[in-house]
């Protein structure tokens, strides 16, 4: 028996199972019968099994994802982490929502880091994406929006916390995020979506619309401040940077400044703002900005006709912008168009130099399908789009458009394939730099209707994972998530290296060690009440399973800062401290130090307790605070 024999008579015992259960259902189903298999049959499935290995989205328990999955947690305001391609989710990142098991934003580090927007509990996160290095991922932050409330984010990926959180000033909605690729991270982009008066004080008419304005905003990834702002006609949506270092685009899909849906789309081209980062620079350094609203950050006029901006029309309400990881080209996605235009990057010096016009940028604008909304690569020269209104993904040629717009007859499109349903933003694995390696795209679906259980009025969103690694597309994992990812990013597991324990001199608590030092207490060692006025600062060590402090005493209505910290040295040891009938709960990982401030507000008994689950004897692991009335 030749080797192929006995491949085909393995395949073989294990088709003739799967043919009982499938031949079973089917009888079940249409009465249909099983046809007889083939020796080529068994020879194509076991081809097609073989395929399936090379690119599996099975990861048995016990293995390791190839991937950290990214994902925007919408208007939950969080950041999730998923395992790809198993599509676990792996761990959520509070960022600005308040989280009970974390205590985020309950807690007096994460009230530091909100800064002037503590007191916010809501939050709209849409774009998370990576810092990098020469057009990859460096592992070190990921960056993400609030379009509720004009924030950026930063989170760092060595521990997966938020560690810095700016209000931008001068505009109102954050909404498209991306970060400069080359040569390194030095800025964040995000656009100011809804256009505001400069000076928006209320003293200035209300009414005069043609004086709202947009700003494009450039942030410094280190010190996460505005280092400037460019002011541009009509309003910006999305935007993504070259692999130059050189340029910015974003995508304008209300240049009528219109202040209701039909002003909105009435013109029939929007336009694509690109930005001249040398020209800015330059500008800033020159002392040519003004300044709004009583603060010092450099505002530039990138209104038509300036030198740091160009104009590119493109048909109306262009939503997605996307840079091909082979640096050529600027994809800007049509929404209300069924097409996408391409930008010929290497053209943008000319035109920036006016030695050609602004749509002689444009070498290519395929008609995809009905909505498309956003455009992720692969590293063999396709495009894949999703068709919001079609619920469909196509699949693209980007040369192959080009020869088509010069008159070329080449059908540049390879597949559409069906996603459930309603697809906004797409992403392939380590699409968005370099390193885009053609394995995974990930469909975010924004109705799942039939797709899972019902669970009331309200359903999930539908994530899907589809495997682009062959000549045609094939979907494989339906995963639901809740409200509501609108963008992910796929970063390959060798860039990430988080930490198993807290370092004791992390940035994220040295403020609260600097109060224990002004205090007398060395948090490693002492357990001790402070009184300070009507404050009493409490600090107890925990270590599975007790805590160093199991009793203290306080005066009704005192303000109680308890700070914890955790003495545990082994990895995923995690204690709590929740305050019983206070709201007061919080995490403390191995080897890190936390607090949480209140109102000693109820007389009597208050027990807290340890409300991570850290030892056999977990239950024990309490103690009183005894309010004296
Ligand atoms: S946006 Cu939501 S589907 Cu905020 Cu990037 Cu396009
Ligand atoms: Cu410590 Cu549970």
Redesign the pocket.
Known sequence: MSNEDTQVNETQVENEDRRKFFGKTALLGAGAVAAPMTATMFASMAKAQASEVANSPVIHPGELDEYYGFW?G?HSGEVRILGIPSMRELMRIPVFNTDSATGWGLTDESKRIKGDSAHLHAGDS??PHMSMQDGRYDGKYVFIND?ANTRVARIRCDVMKTDKMLTVPNVQAI??LRVQKVPYTKYVICNGEFEIPMNNDGKSSLEDVGSYRSLFNVIDAESMEVAFQVMVDGNL??TDADYDGKYFASTCYNSEMGMNLGDMISSERDHVVVFNLARCEAAVKAGKFKTYNGNSIPVLDGRKGSKLTRYIPVPKSP??MNTSPNGKYFVANGKLSPTVSVIEIAKLDDLFNDKIKPRDAIVAEPELGLGP??TAFDNKGYAYT?L?LDSQIAKWNVEDAIAAHNGKKVNYIRQKLDVHYQP??NHTSAGETRDADGKWLIS?C?FSKDRFLPVGPLRPENDQLIDISGDEMKLVHDGPTFAEP??CMIVHRSKVKPKKLWPRTDPIFAETIAMAKRDGVDVYTDNKVIRDGKKVRVYMTSIAPTYGMNEFKVKLGDEVTVVVTNLDQVEDVTHGFCMTNHGVQMEIGPQATASITFTADKPGVQWYYCNWFCHALHMEMRGRMLVEA
Do not use: P, Q
Request: charge should be neutral; hydrophobic fraction near 15%.
């Open positions: 925007s919408g849409h774009h379009k909404h498209g949506d999305n939503h997605g909304l956003h999703t919001f906004g933003h975010l924004k609108h963008d």
